[in-house]
């Protein structure tokens, strides 16, 4: 069974950052494309950031591009995103996510609160 696990959310100022952290439990992380995704309140869940297996590619949504960088550790089963020069937009829960053959994401996190204040 496979499990991700967010961390490292909370309530900063415009401006600040944070690091969010997701840890994946299992041998397989290594195998999987990892993705972090947000929905801010009545609003769908959008991409943020995805990374390959490597490390080496990364991609990012246009919103967030050049303030937020994945990057990801296989030897601790972990994925980062570090988010920088926050806005009040980025406010949202933030979810990590694991695609197994790139094609969806098959596993999921429960999220981690971002919130933003202007």
């Known amino acids: 069974q496979v499990q991700l696990v967010e961390s490292g959310g909370g309530l900063v100022q415009a401006g600040g950052s944070l690091r969010l952290s997701c840890a994946v439990s299992g041998r397989t992380f290594p195998s999987f494309l990892m993705g972090w995704f947000r929905q801010a309140p009545g609003k769908e869940r959008e991409f943020v950031a995805s990374?390959?297996?490597?490390?080496?590619?990364?991609d990012y949504a246009d919103s967030v591009k050049d303030r937020f960088t994945i990057s990801r550790d296989n030897a601790k089963n972990t994925v980062y995103l570090q988010m920088n020069s926050l806005k009040p937009e980025d406010t949202a829960v933030y979810s990590c996510?694991?695609?197994?053959?790139?094609?969806?994401?098959?596993?999921w996190g429960q999220g981690t609160q971002v919130t933003v204040s202007s």
């Open positions: 996510a694991a695609s197994r053959y790139n094609t969806r994401y098959d596993y």
């Open positions: 990374i390959n297996r490597s490390g080496r590619s990364t």
